[in-house]
């Protein structure tokens, strides 16, 4: 070829490679779904025209139409200064765009092109989208204009868009009354439920509870570099694998939370028990197993309510709305020592109503075979799953009343558990010392109810 | 009916006041005045000589590489004075104008794209420029300056794209650059955490680590001092060197390849004129067609409480973290570095062979092509092994491994020579055997005067490392594979550090003797130290902790 060929080749390549990249960037996906917006209300219009019978309306009708049907196609964004969002949400699902939609209400039916549904409510009325935004209470990508990106399933956004009631959590971010409000229901189950198993008890929540596992308060903040190394593979959700071809439309924090619920969490976090990949041999997630506890629902109402804990996200004071503290009910006795037990979230080691001590994982309980170092692992493990915490209503013939609120105080040390497999891991779970926590009137009823539910020791001693 | 007289046309345009003003000359007529004339009267054309010898030319000789690294600078400095305009360098705005780029703006995810890729080809195609200089000897008197301030070009190029790095402040950026800069931490007596630091009053914000940051860790000082670095500082040294660069290739003669009999000079216009426009012409489609396919890198927002598993420094200097394995930083991150550039630059000096000037000669210069490419294959090679087949915590990786699958902890490291080595305090006994070993290894090459047989040296030094290899499986204390790792690694080491000076360059006088000798020990280094870790899980051969020299 010769250079003078090579010369017009090049140059016409590199106006062609020009017009390429433009013609990519001039058909951005967004342009699309806003021109059909702009279509399906013209017409909308045009109908209303033809059906009106006062002719000067009819024409301004049909001015309206011609003017929507000729609306140049733009980015649109809500800029809300207070929360620091620029969503531009708006760009595709123009029903939600006030500038465009003056009433916010129109007949479609279908994303995105529909106006928001809730728009009538109060729950709007309280929250205008020119000043909350979208992702405030929906999440997402708000900067970006892909379909992918702005619903945030594509890799490296870390907040996807919130998923049916999970969206409830969002409530919580600023609500502290959210128990008591309309629309917030689902949420406020999920922390019913929360407590009701006795999640409190090793979980605190803003530095309210136990401290044996992780704080929760800034949970929905999880980075997901710190969730298992971004490792979903062994979560089952309905009994299935997550889907990862959205990424994190499934790889995500809420069902982070929701497999700890629906599943074994030793299956999803087995981590190293017989010291294959480390030095010494690391015990499964201590958490116990809730499977025939809770069920799909109600994992799914406290993922909702977990949703809203996040620390990340600076939400100026004045959009907080404070509450009381719940008011206790007023018991006495053995009844209120049963709800000092619940309160402090007892059961999510030793069982609801103390009937039944939970997991822990390698400890000595009853039930087990003698440990034999030449067991096969398979065999091992399982004893090993056996090891339990107390069952309470057992022990309590042994102790006087003093002598069990002293124990509550103190605690047991981790490191005085009695190990099944004396190769195995550390326990993890321990009785942390309540001293201070627990006050001493309701230390005093609590001993009173345990030592009530003691089975009695008929032994002769 | 009147015609149209195109040629009386174009003169009366030619000659009219407004284009004399614009343009020097008259009437194109294809001359060699009017050619030179091309040359000498247009300042960006004039950096030419008026006439070239056509052994320039040809691009088998050139392989352009020059020139397309210029073109790269140039599109890089247009697609980055354009992204100028969109970014602000704050921490709470740099990556949502990155966002705003990709989302928003004309054109901006395609600008965005073309400055990265091209700022990684420029990184490429200025190293190929340096292979070529080298394999044809063209940096031989009167170009030694000239190929120093390549070097240093070179070097400004990686650094460039390292500030480039930090800007859109994601994930990737932030952390890419605290690997980049711990290593300077790790600088002898001016970083802090290198040897002799401390000695002479380094902190941890007083060093040469705090300078770079603007602080104790990448922040918002960084990411300011970076961006004018990237955007300002460096540019305008690049832009001098390359005056510099360009100046002394026309004064050194166009082409170092050798004089030819009655040999008869081409115009440049336009002879090597259009050469450039194709070769600039298919760099910018090149570039423009990547950007359009591919999508530059943009991970999470920057966080510096969370950090990514692996964290890996940007490619170009991942060879130097996979160093990090064998060597301490102040080897791995300041020494090993410093003396590639140095010894770079010493090459002229020390290369005293009169022969392979300005061709390709591989038999007349089998010394110097052969270390030189070793150097750049093992320079790529660990760029390899740190990008491909590291993963989470740093572990080995095999390309058809799973990341998500957990690697087992990686077996307790030893040294030799140290407190806990082979017998207590046995640094005591490493230090003079590993200093007999380093000196014989220097000077034995020069001091055998008669030129061994190849075959017969090389025969024998394995046959003694089969020896031990099989003393040690016998022993139990290795296996095949570390046998097999012993023999490659020592026989190599052996062959290009020893038999091969000995052969070619024990003729060189005592000083270029020695510096050579430093270089080619100091690569085959690596290459031992690499199989004592890979292979035998030792740390360091000889360790002096009290003054923290490690090696």
Same mark, same amino acid.
């Given at each position: 070829?010769?250079?003078?060929?090579?010369?017009?080749?090049?140059?016409?390549?590199?106006?062609?490679?020009?017009?390429?990249?433009?013609?990519?960037?001039?058909?951005?996906?967004?342009?699309?779904?806003?021109?059909?917006?702009?279509?399906?209300?013209?017409?909308?219009?045009?109908?209303?025209?033809?059906?009106?019978?006062?002719?000067?309306?009819?024409?301004?009708?049909?001015?309206?139409?011609?003017?929507?049907?000729?609306?140049?196609?733009?980015?649109?964004?809500?800029?809300?200064?207070?929360?620091?969002?620029?969503?531009?949400?708006?760009?595709?699902?123009?029903?939600?765009?006030?500038?465009?939609?003056?009433?916010?209400?129109?007949?479609?039916?279908?994303?995105?092109?529909?106006?928001?549904?809730?728009?009538?409510?109060?729950?709007? $009325?309280?929250?205008?989208?020119?000043?909350?935004?979208?992702?405030?209470?929906?999440?997402?990508?708000?900067?970006?204009?892909?379909?992918?990106?702005?619903?945030?399933?594509?890799?490296?956004?870390?907040?996807?868009?919130?998923?049916?009631?999970?969206?409830?959590?969002?409530?919580?971010?600023?609500?502290?009354?959210?128990?008591?409000?309309?629309?917030?229901?689902?949420?406020?189950?999920? $922390?019913?439920?929360?407590?009701?198993?006795?999640?409190?008890?090793?979980?605190?929540?803003?530095?309210?509870?136990?401290?044996?596992?992780?704080?929760?308060?800034?949970?929905?903040?999880?980075?997901?570099?710190?969730?298992?190394?971004?490792?979903?593979?062994?979560?089952?959700?309905?009994? $299935?694998?997550?889907?990862?071809?959205?990424?994190?439309?499934?790889?995500?924090?809420?069902?982070?939370?929701?497999?700890?619920?629906?599943?074994?969490?030793?299956?999803?976090?087995?981590?190293?028990?017989?010291?294959?990949?480390?030095?010494?041999?690391?015990?499964?997630?201590?958490?116990?197993?809730?499977?025939?506890?809770?069920?799909?629902?109600?994992?799914?109402?406290?993922?909702?309510?977990?949703?809203?804990?996040?620390?990340?996200?600076?939400?100026?004071?004045?959009?907080?709305?404070?509450?009381?503290?719940?008011?206790?009910?007023?018991?006495?006795?053995?009844?209120?020592? $049963?709800?000092?037990?619940?309160?402090?979230?007892?059961?999510?080691?030793?069982?609801?109503?103390?009937?039944?001590?939970?997991?822990?994982?390698?400890?000595?309980?009853?039930?087990?075979?003698?440990?034999?170092?030449?067991?096969?692992?398979?065999?091992?493990?399982?004893?090993?799953?056996?090891?339990?915490?107390?069952?309470?209503?057992?022990?309590?013939?042994?102790?006087?009343?003093?002598?069990?609120?002293?124990?509550?105080?103190?605690?047991?040390?981790?490191?005085?558990?009695?190990?099944?497999?004396?190769?195995?891991?550390?326990?993890?779970?321990?009785?942390?010392?309540?001293?201070?926590?627990?006050?001493?009137?309701?230390?005093?009823?609590?001993?009173?109810?345990?030592?009530?539910?003691?089975?009695?020791?008929?032994?002769?001693? | 009916?009147?015609?149209?007289?195109?040629?009386?046309?174009?003169?009366?345009?030619?000659?009219?006041?407004?284009?004399?003003?614009?343009?020097?000359?008259? /009437?194109?007529?294809?001359?060699?005045?009017?050619?030179?004339?091309?040359?000498?009267?247009?300042?960006?054309?004039?950096?030419?000589?008026?006439?070239?010898?056509?052994?320039?030319?040809?691009?088998?000789?050139?392989?352009?590489?020059?020139?397309?690294?210029?073109?790269?600078?140039?599109?890089?400095?247009?697609?980055?004075?354009?992204?100028?305009?969109?970014?602000?360098?704050?921490?709470?705005?740099?990556?949502?104008?990155?966002?705003?780029?990709?989302?928003?703006?004309?054109?901006?995810?395609?600008?965005?794209?073309?400055?990265?890729?091209?700022?990684?080809?420029?990184?490429?195609? /200025? @190293?190929?420029?340096? +292979?070529? &200089?080298?394999?044809?000897?063209?940096?031989?008197?009167?170009?030694?300056?000239?190929?120093?301030?390549?070097?240093?070009?070179?070097?400004?190029?990686?650094?460039?794209?390292?500030?480039?790095?930090?800007?859109?402040?994601?994930?990737?950026?932030?952390?890419?650059?605290?690997?980049?800069?711990?290593?300077?931490?790790?600088?002898?007596?001016?970083?802090?955490?290198?040897?002799?630091?401390?000695? +002479?009053?380094?902190?941890?914000?007083?060093?040469?680590?705090?300078?770079?940051?603007?602080?104790?860790?990448?922040?918002?000082?960084?990411?300011?001092?970076?961006?004018?670095?990237?955007?300002?500082?460096?540019?305008?040294?690049?832009?001098?060197?390359?005056?510099?660069?360009?100046?002394?290739?026309?004064?050194?003669?166009?082409?170092?390849?050798?004089?030819?009999?009655?040999?008869?000079? /081409?115009?440049?216009?336009?002879?090597?004129?259009?050469?450039?426009?194709?070769?600039?012409?298919?760099?910018?489609?090149?570039?423009?067609?990547?950007? @359009?396919?591919?999508?530059?890198?943009?991970?999470?927002?920057?966080?510096?409480?969370?950090?990514?598993?692996?964290?890996?420094?940007?490619?170009?200097? +991942?060879?130097?973290?996979?160093?990090?394995?064998?060597?301490?930083?102040?080897?791995?991150?300041? /020494?090993?570095?410093?003396?590639?550039?140095?010894?770079?630059?010493?090459?002229?000096? @020390?290369?005293?062979?009169?022969?392979?000037?300005?061709?390709?000669?591989?038999?007349?210069?089998?010394?110097?092509?052969?270390?030189?490419?070793?150097?750049?294959?093992?320079?790529?090679?660990?760029?390899?092994?740190?990008?491909?087949?590291?993963?989470?915590?740093?572990?080995?990786?095999?390309?058809?491994?799973?990341?998500?699958?957990?690697?087992?902890?990686?077996?307790?490291?030893?040294?030799?020579?140290?407190?806990?080595?082979?017998?207590?305090?046995?640094?005591?006994?490493?230090?003079?055997?590993?200093?007999?070993?380093?000196?014989?290894?220097?000077?034995?090459?020069?001091?055998?005067?008669?030129?061994?047989?190849?075959?017969?040296?090389?025969?024998?030094?394995?046959?003694?490392?089969?020896?031990?290899?099989?003393?040690?499986?016998?022993?139990?204390?290795?296996?095949?594979?570390?046998?097999?790792?012993?023999?490659?690694?020592?026989?190599?080491?052996?062959?290009?550090?020893?038999?091969?000076?000995?052969?070619?360059?024990?003729?060189?006088?005592?000083?270029?003797?020695?510096?050579?000798?430093?270089? &080619? @020990?100091?690569?085959?280094?690596?290459?031992?130290?690499?199989?004592?870790?890979?292979?035998?899980?030792?740390?360091?051969?000889?360790?002096?902790?009290?003054?923290?020299?490690?090696?």
């Amino acid at each position: 070829m010769s250079y003078r060929k090579a010369f017009i080749a090049s140059n016409a390549l590199m106006l062609a490679a020009f017009v390429w990249a433009f013609a990519k960037d001039f058909n951005a996906e967004w342009k699309p779904y806003q021109k059909k917006y702009y279509q399906m209300a013209a017409d909308e219009m045009d109908k209303q025209a033809a059906a009106e019978k006062d002719g000067k309306k009819a024409a301004e009708l049909k001015a309206a139409a011609r003017k929507m049907r000729r609306s140049p196609l733009e980015v649109k964004q809500i800029i809300s200064v207070d929360l620091g969002r620029y969503d531009r949400c708006v760009t595709c699902h123009v029903g939600m765009d006030e500038y465009t939609n003056t009433t916010l209400k129109n007949t479609f039916t279908e994303h995105p092109y529909k106006a928001h549904p809730k728009v009538d409510t109060a729950l709007i $009325k309280a929250h205008p989208f020119n000043k909350f935004g979208c992702t405030s209470c929906h999440s997402g990508q708000g900067l970006a204009t892909t379909v992918d990106g702005a619903h945030g399933w594509i890799k490296h956004w870390e907040k996807p868009m919130l998923k049916g009631v999970t969206i409830q959590g969002s409530c919580v971010k600023c609500h502290d009354n959210f128990e008591s409000i309309k629309g917030a229901e689902v949420a406020a189950q999920g $922390k019913k439920l929360f407590n009701q198993h006795g999640c409190q008890g090793c979980h605190a929540i803003n530095g309210k509870g136990g401290v044996i596992s992780v704080e929760l308060g800034d949970i929905s903040d999880k980075p997901f570099e710190r969730i298992a190394g971004y490792n979903f593979k062994r979560v089952r959700i309905d009994g $299935k694998e997550l889907p990862d071809e959205h990424h994190n439309s499934h790889w995500n924090i809420q069902n982070w939370i929701r497999a700890h619920l629906v599943n074994d969490p030793a299956e999803v976090t087995p981590n190293d028990p017989f010291a294959k990949l480390n030095a010494e041999p690391i015990p499964p997630s201590g958490m116990p197993d809730f499977t025939k506890e809770i069920s799909k629902d109600e994992a799914d109402a406290i993922v909702a309510y977990l949703s809203g804990m996040t620390k990340e996200e600076v939400i100026p004071y004045r959009y907080h709305v404070t509450a009381p503290p719940a008011k206790e009910p007023a018991l006495t006795g053995a009844a209120h020592g $049963k709800f000092v037990y619940q309160k402090y979230g007892c059961q999510g080691c030793h069982g609801l109503d103390a009937k039944q001590g939970r997991r822990r994982f390698n400890a000595l309980a009853d039930g087990q075979k003698e440990y034999d170092e030449k067991m096969p692992e398979a065999e091992q493990f399982a004893q090993m799953m056996l090891g339990a915490e107390p069952t309470l209503p057992k022990l309590m013939g042994t102790y006087t009343h003093e002598e069990l609120v002293r124990k509550i105080e103190n605690g047991v040390s981790a490191a005085d558990a009695k190990k099944w497999s004396p190769k195995g891991p550390m326990p993890m779970v321990y009785m942390p010392a309540w001293k201070g926590k627990i006050s001493k009137a309701e230390l005093d009823d609590l001993a009173t109810w345990l030592l009530s539910i003691g089975v009695k020791d008929d032994s002769g001693f | 009916m009147p015609t149209l007289d195109i040629e009386k046309i174009k003169k009366e345009v030619v000659d009219s006041q407004l284009w004399r003003s614009v343009f020097r000359g008259g /009437v194109w007529k294809d001359t060699p005045r009017d050619r030179a004339g091309h040359i000498i009267g247009n300042v960006w054309l004039h950096l030419h000589p008026v006439k070239v010898r056509p052994r320039a030319l040809e691009w088998l000789y050139t392989w352009g590489m020059g020139g397309i690294s210029f073109a790269l600078y140039l599109i890089l400095t247009l697609t980055g004075v354009a992204l100028m305009f969109y970014y602000r360098p704050t921490i709470g705005l740099a990556y949502r104008d990155i966002k705003d780029l990709e989302f928003a703006v004309t054109l901006g995810m395609f600008l965005r794209n073309a400055h990265r890729w091209a700022a990684q080809a420029m990184v490429v195609a /200025v @190293i190929a420029h340096m +292979v070529r &200089v080298f394999l044809t000897g063209a940096y031989k008197k009167p170009r030694e300056f000239n190929w120093g301030i390549g070097v240093l070009l070179l070097t400004l190029t990686l650094f460039l794209s390292f500030t480039g790095y930090l800007l859109p402040w994601d994930q990737l950026a932030i952390w890419a650059v605290t690997v980049g800069t711990n290593m300077a931490g790790a600088t002898p007596v001016l970083g802090n955490e290198g040897p002799l630091g401390s000695l +002479v009053g380094m902190r941890i914000n007083n060093d040469v680590r705090f300078t770079l940051l603007g602080g104790t860790m990448v922040g918002e000082n960084t990411l300011l001092r970076f961006y004018v670095m990237h955007c300002v500082a460096v540019p305008l040294v690049v832009g001098i060197l390359l005056i510099l660069h360009f100046w002394r290739i026309r004064k050194d003669s166009f082409s170092a390849a050798p004089y030819v009999a009655n040999e008869e000079k /081409v115009d440049v216009w336009p002879h090597l004129v259009k050469r450039e426009y194709i070769a600039a012409a298919a760099t910018v489609l090149f570039i423009m067609v990547w950007s @359009i396919l591919q999508n530059a890198p943009l991970e999470a927002i920057a966080n510096p409480n969370v950090t990514t598993n692996p964290s890996k420094a940007p490619w170009y200097f +991942v060879g130097l973290q996979e160093l990090l394995v064998y060597f301490d930083p102040w080897i791995a991150g300041v /020494v090993m570095p410093g003396l590639i550039i140095v010894g770079l630059i010493a090459i002229p000096y @020390i290369d005293t062979n009169p022969k392979g000037v300005g061709y390709y000669a591989w038999k007349e210069r089998p010394f110097a092509n052969t270390l030189f490419m070793l150097g750049v294959f093992m320079w790529f090679a660990l760029i390899y092994i740190g990008y491909a087949l590291r993963g989470p915590n740093y572990a080995w990786y095999w390309p058809w491994e799973d990341w998500l699958m957990p690697k087992a902890a990686p077996p307790p490291t030893w040294s030799v020579f140290g407190p806990h080595g082979v017998a207590a305090y046995s640094m005591l006994l490493g230090i003079p055997l590993m200093g007999a070993v380093a000196a014989a290894w220097m000077l034995l090459p020069k001091l055998i005067q008669k030129e061994l047989d190849g075959k017969k040296t090389m025969g024998a030094f394995l046959g003694a490392v089969a020896l031990v290899a099989a003393v040690g499986m016998a022993l139990g204390k290795m296996g095949p594979i570390e046998g097999a790792f012993l023999l490659f690694f020592t026989g190599a080491s052996f062959y290009y550090g020893f038999v091969l000076p000995q052969r070619h360059i024990r003729a060189l006088d005592w000083p270029r003797y020695l510096v050579t000798m430093v270089l &080619v @020990i100091s690569t085959m280094s690596v290459l031992l130290k690499m199989c004592a870790r890979l292979a035998f899980n030792i740390k360091y051969v000889l360790t002096i902790p009290s003054i923290s020299m490690n090696f």
